[in-house]
C-alpha cells in the first residue's frame, strides 16, 4: 500500500509508532539490549483493515452483541480503523462514555446523523458538533451522514422500475438535498450521502458539485453505497473529485439460486450492479474505499477480499457458488482491492498520514495474518486467518495459537514502590517499555516520553536528592486517545510514608500541561510520585518538572 516500498522484510516499532520499514539487516541495528525482537519465520505483515462504514457500535444489539463484544470481532478480524454511521445525539454520548470508560480500541471517526433510513429528519444539530482531524485520536467527529434513497427502509431509487411497479424511494428533491450538502459544508461538515439507486446516485453527485461550484473536493464529501452506478455516472466521480465507497462481499449463492437481486430489482441494471471493474477501468487513480456496512453485510475481511477478486460465495454447506457470466465480469484483482481495504478507506475518513499503510511515522497498526494474499492463488483468499492484530503498538487481539508471534507488553502494574527499581538518575516506574524509559520524563525535552506500556494503575517517581523545598510541578501529557484521568501527585522526605498533595480529576488529552502551585511552597521533598488510577491510555508522560523558589 506504499508505492514507493510496496514490500519489506523487516518493522521497526517503538511506542505508538512505525519508525522504520527496510531489509532485516537496516531494521536490526536499530535494536538494542532490551529491544524485542519477533522472527516471524516469513510470515506475512500487512496494515491494518480499514472500514469506511460500517455500524459496529449503534447496530450490535441487531446481532445480539455488546458494543464490547461487536468491537472484538472487528478486531479478531482485522478492522484496526472503522466509521461508525448512524449517530444521532445519544449514540454520540453512548460513544463518549465508551471512549472515557477505556474501552475504546479502534480508531473510530462518528459520522453524525442528518437523517436516517425512512428519510425522517434528525436535524442539523451536528453543528453544534465541531469535526475533528486530530492526529492519532481514537474517536473523531468525522462528518454528517444523510440518506438519499431507500434501502433499509424503502426502495432503492431506480431510473428502471421494480418488477412489482414504482421507481423506488427519493427522500429528498434535489434542490432540498442540494441545499443540504452546502450548508453542512459551509459549516466545515464532510458529507456522505447513503445512495443506492442510480437515481439517487445522480442526485447525490449533483449535490455534491453543487456545493463545490467548480472547486476542488477537499471537503472529501463522499456517496455511500453506489451499488446501481449507471454507466454514464461512472466517469462523474473523478470529475467531481467524489469519493465512493463499495460494498465487499457479494451474496452470490442467493443469486444463482434464488436469483436474489433479479427477481427484486429486473434483470435491466443487472450488468451494471456492483460493477467495480467498470468502476475503477472509469476513475484511473481515484481512492475508492471498501466498506463492511456490518451488520447488514459480513464484516469477515478475507470474505469480502475474496469476493471482489473472484465474485464467488462459498454457502453455509461449504459450496462454492460460481457467478453468473455478467457478475464474475465485474471482478478486480488482489492488488486493486487491498488499497480500498486500507489506504483509500483512510483516505475517506481523512486518515491516510496516520495509518492505512506500513511506513515510518504512522501509526503501528497492523496485522500478522497466515500468508500472502498477493501470491496465494484467489480462492484460497477466503481460508487467510488473522493471527493478531495491533493498534497503535499495543496487541489488541493474538490467536492462542501464534502467541509466540506476538509482541509481549512489559507491564506489572502496581502502585507500591517497591515494583520499580531506582535508576542511577534516582528515577523509578511501575513498568517502561524499553523504547521509552522513565529518564525520558525529566530530560527537558517533550518530544520524548516515558510510557509503561500498561494500563492504569501506574506510577513514575522521582529522588531528588535531597530534601527540597517545592513550589510548583508541570507535567506534560502524553495521551491517546483523549478522554477523562485521574493522576494523584505524592511527596514526602521518606518514600515509604508519602502525603497525597494534589489530585488532577478530568478530561486531559495530548499535550495538555498540567500544573500542581501550593499556595506556599513544600519543604522536605525529596520524593515525588505521580500515580495514575485512571486513563484510557497506557499511562505515560511527556514532561515533569519540579521547580524550586
Same mark, same amino acid.
Given at each position: 500500500?506504499?508505492?514507493?516500498?510496496p514490500?519489506?522484510?523487516?518493522?521497526?516499532?517503538?511506542?505508538?509508532?512505525?519508525?522504520?520499514?527496510g531489509?532485516?539487516?537496516?531494521?536490526?541495528?536499530?535494536s538494542?539490549?532490551?529491544?524485542?525482537?519477533?522472527?516471524?519465520?516469513?510470515?506475512?505483515?500487512?496494515?491494518?483493515?480499514?472500514?469506511?462504514?460500517?455500524?459496529?457500535?449503534?447496530?450490535?444489539?441487531?446481532?445480539?452483541?455488546?458494543?464490547?463484544?461487536?468491537?472484538?470481532?472487528?478486531?479478531?478480524?482485522?478492522?484496526?480503523?472503522?466509521a461508525?454511521m448512524?449517530?444521532?445525539?445519544? #449514540?454520540?454520548?453512548?460513544m463518549?462514555?465508551?471512549?472515557?470508560?477505556?474501552?475504546?480500541?479502534i480508531?473510530?471517526?462518528?459520522?453524525?446523523?442528518?437523517?436516517?433510513?425512512? &428519510?425522517?429528519i434528525?436535524?442539523?444539530?451536528?453543528?453544534?458538533?465541531?469535526p475533528?482531524?486530530?492526529?492519532?485520536?481514537?474517536? +473523531?467527529t468525522?462528518?454528517?451522514?444523510?440518506?438519499?434513497?431507500?434501502? #433499509?427502509?424503502?426502495?432503492?431509487?431506480?431510473?428502471?422500475?421494480?418488477?412489482?411497479?414504482?421507481f423506488?424511494?427519493?427522500?429528498?428533491?434535489q434542490?432540498?438535498?442540494?441545499?443540504?450538502?452546502?450548508?453542512?459544508?459551509?459549516?466545515?461538515?464532510? %458529507?456522505?450521502i447513503h445512495?443506492?439507486?442510480?437515481?439517487?446516485?445522480?442526485?447525490?453527485?449533483?449535490?455534491?458539485?453543487?456545493?463545490?461550484?467548480?472547486?476542488?473536493?477537499?471537503? /472529501?464529501?463522499?456517496?455511500?453505497?453506489?451499488?446501481?452506478?449507471?454507466?454514464?455516472?461512472?466517469? +462523474?466521480?473523478?470529475?467531481?473529485?467524489?469519493?465512493?465507497?463499495?460494498?465487499?462481499?457479494?451474496?452470490?449463492c442467493?443469486?444463482?439460486?434464488?436469483?436474489y437481486?433479479?427477481?427484486?430489482f429486473?434483470?435491466?441494471?443487472?450488468?451494471?450492479?456492483?460493477?467495480?471493474?467498470?468502476?475503477?477501468?472509469? *476513475?484511473?487513480?481515484?481512492?475508492? =474505499?471498501?466498506?463492511?456496512?456490518?451488520?447488514?453485510?459480513?464484516?469477515?475481511?478475507?470474505? *469480502?477480499?475474496?469476493s471482489? %477478486?473472484? /465474485?464467488?460465495? %462459498?454457502?453455509?454447506?461449504?459450496?462454492?457458488?460460481?457467478p453468473p457470466?455478467?457478475?464474475?465480469?465485474?471482478?478486480?484483482?488482489?492488488?486493486?482491492?487491498?488499497?480500498?481495504?486500507?489506504?483509500?478507506?483512510?483516505?475517506?475518513?481523512? +486518515?491516510?498520514?496516520?495509518? &492505512?499503510?506500513?511506513?515510518?511515522? @504512522?501509526?503501528?497498526?497492523?496485522?500478522i495474518?497466515?500468508?500472502?494474499?498477493?501470491?496465494? *492463488?484467489?480462492?484460497?483468499?477466503i481460508?487467510?486467518?488473522?493471527?493478531?492484530?495491533?493498534?497503535?503498538?499495543?496487541?489488541?487481539f493474538? =490467536?492462542?495459537?501464534?502467541?509466540?508471534?506476538?509482541p509481549?507488553?512489559e507491564?506489572?502494574?502496581?502502585? &507500591?514502590?517497591?515494583?520499580?527499581?531506582p535508576?542511577s538518575?534516582?528515577?523509578?516506574?511501575?513498568?517502561s517499555?524499553?523504547?521509552?524509559?522513565?529518564?525520558?520524563?525529566?530530560?527537558?525535552d517533550?518530544?520524548?516520553?516515558?510510557?509503561?506500556?500498561?494500563d492504569?494503575?501506574?506510577?513514575i517517581q522521582? *529522588?531528588?536528592? @535531597?530534601?527540597?523545598? %517545592?513550589?510548583?510541578?508541570?507535567? #506534560?501529557?502524553?495521551?491517546?486517545?483523549? &478522554?477523562?484521568?485521574?493522576?494523584?501527585?505524592?511527596?514526602?522526605?521518606?518514600?515509604?510514608n508519602?502525603?497525597?498533595?494534589?489530585e488532577?480529576?478530568?478530561f486531559?488529552?495530548?499535550?495538555?500541561?498540567?500544573?500542581?502551585?501550593?499556595?506556599?511552597?513544600?519543604?522536605?521533598?525529596?520524593?515525588?510520585?505521580?500515580?495514575?488510577?485512571?486513563s484510557?491510555s497506557? #499511562?505515560?508522560?511527556?514532561?515533569?518538572?519540579?521547580?524550586?523558589?
Amino acid at each position: 500500500m506504499e508505492p514507493n516500498q510496496p514490500t519489506a522484510q523487516a518493522i521497526a516499532i517503538q511506542g505508538e509508532m512505525i519508525i522504520a520499514v527496510g531489509t532485516d539487516d537496516e531494521i536490526l541495528t536499530l535494536s538494542g539490549p532490551e529491544t524485542q525482537i519477533i522472527d516471524l519465520q516469513g510470515q506475512t505483515i500487512m496494515p491494518g483493515f480499514v472500514d469506511a462504514h460500517d455500524h459496529v457500535f449503534n447496530d450490535a444489539g441487531k446481532k445480539d452483541m455488546s458494543m464490547e463484544q461487536s468491537q472484538q470481532m472487528a478486531l479478531e478480524y482485522g478492522i484496526t480503523t472503522l466509521a461508525n454511521m448512524y449517530n444521532p445525539p445519544d #449514540v454520540l454520548d453512548e460513544m463518549r462514555a465508551f471512549q472515557q470508560a477505556g474501552k475504546l480500541k479502534i480508531r473510530t471517526s462518528l459520522y453524525l446523523t442528518y437523517s436516517g433510513p425512512c &428519510g425522517e429528519i434528525i436535524g442539523d444539530w451536528h453543528k453544534d458538533v465541531a469535526p475533528t482531524r486530530n492526529p492519532g485520536e481514537m474517536l +473523531r467527529t468525522g462528518g454528517m451522514k444523510m440518506t438519499a434513497d431507500g434501502g #433499509v427502509c424503502g426502495k432503492a431509487a431506480l431510473s428502471t422500475a421494480y418488477p412489482d411497479g414504482g421507481f423506488g424511494d427519493l427522500w429528498f428533491t434535489q434542490d432540498q438535498i442540494n441545499q443540504i450538502v452546502a450548508d453542512a459544508q459551509a459549516a466545515g461538515y464532510q %458529507v456522505a450521502i447513503h445512495a443506492q439507486g442510480d437515481r439517487a446516485i445522480e442526485q447525490a453527485q449533483n449535490a455534491i458539485a453543487f456545493a463545490l461550484n467548480g472547486k476542488p473536493n477537499t471537503y /472529501r464529501h463522499r456517496i455511500e453505497h453506489n451499488p446501481f452506478a449507471r454507466p454514464d455516472l461512472l466517469s +462523474r466521480y473523478s470529475e467531481i473529485g467524489i469519493v465512493p465507497i463499495a460494498f465487499g462481499a457479494y451474496p452470490t449463492c442467493a443469486e444463482i439460486h434464488d436469483s436474489y437481486y433479479s427477481s427484486f430489482f429486473g434483470t435491466e441494471p443487472m450488468p451494471y450492479l456492483e460493477n467495480w471493474r467498470a468502476f475503477l477501468d472509469a *476513475n484511473p487513480g481515484l481512492p475508492v =474505499a471498501w466498506h463492511s456496512d456490518w451488520p447488514y453485510a459480513s464484516m469477515n475481511t478475507f470474505l *469480502n477480499l475474496y469476493s471482489y %477478486v473472484t /465474485r464467488q460465495e %462459498v454457502d453455509t454447506e461449504g459450496n462454492i457458488c460460481m457467478p453468473p457470466e455478467w457478475l464474475a465480469s465485474h471482478a478486480i484483482s488482489v492488488d486493486e482491492a487491498l488499497p480500498m481495504m486500507t489506504i483509500n478507506a483512510a483516505y475517506a475518513l481523512f +486518515r491516510e498520514t496516520e495509518v &492505512g499503510s506500513l511506513k515510518a511515522g @504512522k501509526f503501528a497498526d497492523l496485522l500478522i495474518i497466515s500468508d500472502d494474499p498477493t501470491a496465494i *492463488n484467489p480462492n484460497d483468499l477466503i481460508n487467510l486467518q488473522v493471527w493478531m492484530t495491533m493498534v497503535g503498538g499495543k496487541v489488541e487481539f493474538c =490467536a492462542d495459537e501464534h502467541a509466540s508471534l506476538c509482541p509481549r507488553t512489559e507491564a506489572a502494574a502496581s502502585s &507500591g514502590p517497591e515494583a520499580g527499581a531506582p535508576s542511577s538518575s534516582g528515577i523509578s516506574a511501575s513498568a517502561s517499555l524499553a523504547t521509552d524509559p522513565p529518564e525520558n520524563a525529566f530530560d527537558g525535552d517533550t518530544e520524548t516520553i516515558w510510557n509503561s506500556g500498561a494500563d492504569p494503575d501506574q506510577w513514575i517517581q522521582i *529522588n531528588l536528592g @535531597k530534601p527540597t523545598t %517545592v513550589s510548583a510541578i508541570r507535567l #506534560v501529557v502524553s495521551q491517546y486517545p483523549a &478522554g477523562d484521568t485521574i493522576h494523584q501527585i505524592w511527596g514526602g522526605a521518606d518514600e515509604n510514608n508519602l502525603t497525597l498533595l494534589h489530585e488532577f480529576n478530568g478530561f486531559t488529552q495530548d499535550p495538555d500541561t498540567l500544573e500542581f502551585k501550593p499556595s506556599t511552597p513544600l519543604s522536605n521533598i525529596q520524593y515525588i510520585k505521580i500515580i495514575t488510577t485512571q486513563s484510557p491510555s497506557w #499511562v505515560a508522560w511527556r514532561e515533569i518538572e519540579v521547580t524550586s523558589p
